[in-house]
């Protein structure tokens, strides 16, 4: 994703009144990425260990035959993905709304983006 940034003050100030406010959330989360040095979902790929964050936008509990598992898609800015938690039900400060940095390696399955079991840290949110 390519995207010029306003120069000045006022450029940035009159961007930010324009602008729509998933436009300047996503922004503002792209720059949260970038500055804990952490790789933009965009720009992951299948088999690499990547370290991501971003805001927990939904966490949904998945009752399989098998093993149950936990969901939760994290956006930060530039993507998706859905980190899965195998046999769990619940994981307390896993809710919608939550910061969280996750580590683990890429993968994709029935065509979405996804880590398996990753390690995570909830961030304040």
């Not at 930010?16 to 990425?33: K, M, N, P, V, Y």
């Not at 690499?48 to 949904?60: D, N, P």
């Not at 530039?78 to 996750?102: F, K, Q």
């Amino acid at each position: 994703m390519t995207e010029t940034r306003p120069a000045g003050w006022w450029s940035r100030t009159i961007h930010r009144i324009t602008a729509d406010d998933q436009a300047i959330d996503a922004q503002e989360l792209r720059a949260g990425s970038a500055s804990a040095g952490c790789d933009r979902v965009s720009a992951c790929r299948k088999g690499e260990v990547v370290t991501v964050t971003g805001r927990l936008k939904s966490v949904v509990y998945t009752p399989r035959e098998t093993v149950p598992t936990l969901e939760a898609e994290l956006f930060d800015g530039s993507g998706s993905v859905t980190l899965v938690w195998l046999g769990r039900r619940r994981i307390p400060g896993i809710e919608p709304g939550r910061s969280l940095t996750a580590r683990g390696r890429f993968a994709a399955f029935d065509g979405r983006q996804v880590i398996y079991n990753p390690w995570y840290e909830l961030g304040a949110g």
